[in-house]
């Protein structure tokens, strides 16, 4: 899976490329019970690209999240976001980053649009009406008749929207998700992965987790495959053009594969 184009994606460490909006250089953490969860991890995403993390459970992909967010501090090498090392200026790297969950980031008893004006107002876009959060609800395919709604009264795909728009109204230059479509109804997963595309064709570098493989090779620009906090394979879409993804991963996992 190594081509001059992927070498590319490589380039010298710690040099700093300004296309680059998410990188992992040697991004190690061994958790207090001794946990080796990543080990050496090194990655690149770049700005209007969608990085796809696949692997099985356990795999270390919410942890490389984590890192990125600095949720926890890394044990070794360090996570960049536009450039700059989140465990050392983690507010300034914050800046840059919006993290798309259910749960994690949204207030369950405020409305979709009052969450939309909360965030807002944190991210410092202070000059929007309720009208613009409307709008952008509406461009997510919120149904206007839940904008009113408490979000703890949302489906998983209604809370997920909600979250976008607050991504598309921060308009911070990366986006992490960790497994975004997962119990999603087909109609929703459709439309979020629309979402996706969308917001990588505002040049957003995008980080994302998923088990959904056929997903993935749909909408990422590069796949990654992780296994025992280690990255065993990252191709390229047209890498993997002539290839059966789903098998690749199997050998991979049966460790009948290794990179
Ligand atoms: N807070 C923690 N303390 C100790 N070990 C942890 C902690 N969080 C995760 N781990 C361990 O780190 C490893 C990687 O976990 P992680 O949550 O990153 O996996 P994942 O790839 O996201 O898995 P899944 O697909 O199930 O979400 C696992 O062995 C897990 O048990
Ligand atoms: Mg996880």
Redesign the pocket.
């Known amino acids: 899976m190594k081509n001059s184009e992927q070498s590319l994606s490589h380039p010298e460490k710690f040099k700093v490329d300004t296309s680059v909006m998410l990188e992992a250089l040697d991004l190690s953490?061994r958790?207090?019970?001794g946990?080796?969860?990543?080990d050496r991890l090194n990655l690149q995403v770049r700005s209007g690209q969608i990085f796809a993390?696949l692997?099985?459970?356990?795999?270390?992909?919410?942890?490389?999240?984590?890192l990125f967010l600095n949720y926890?501090d890394p044990t070794g090498g360090e996570a960049r976001v536009n450039g700059i090392t989140t465990h050392k200026n983690p507010l300034q790297a914050k800046s840059n980053l919006s993290y798309v969950s259910e749960n994690v980031t949204l207030y369950p008893n405020f409305t979709a649009l009052q969450n939309m004006d909360f965030f807002a107002r944190i991210a410092g876009k202070n000059g929007l009406s309720y009208a613009d959060y409307a709008e952008i609800l509406n461009r997510v395919g919120l149904q206007t008749e839940a904008h009113h709604k408490k979000l703890k009264d949302f489906s998983k795909g209604m809370r997920q929207k909600c979250g976008i728009a607050i991504a598309i109204i921060k308009d911070a230059p990366a986006v992490l998700l960790?497994?975004p479509t997962a119990g999603l109804d087909p109609q929703a997963g459709r439309e979020f992965i629309d979402l996706l595309s969308r917001l990588r064709e505002e040049g957003k570098a995008v980080l994302m987790?998923t088990?959904d493989i056929f997903r993935a090779r749909e909408i990422a620009d590069e796949i990654g495959i992780?296994s025992?906090?280690r990255l065993v394979l990252q191709a390229g879409k047209d890498e993997l053009a002539g290839e059966d993804l789903e098998k690749l991963y199997m050998e991979y996992m049966s460790g009948s594969k290794q990179n």
């Not at 946990?35 to 990543?38: D, G, T």
């Not at 099985?56 to 984590?66: L, M, V, Y």
């Open positions: 953490k958790y207090e019970d946990v080796l969860a990543l993390m692997g099985a459970n356990g795999a270390g992909k919410t942890t490389t999240i984590n926890i960790d497994e987790s088990h992780m025992a906090g």
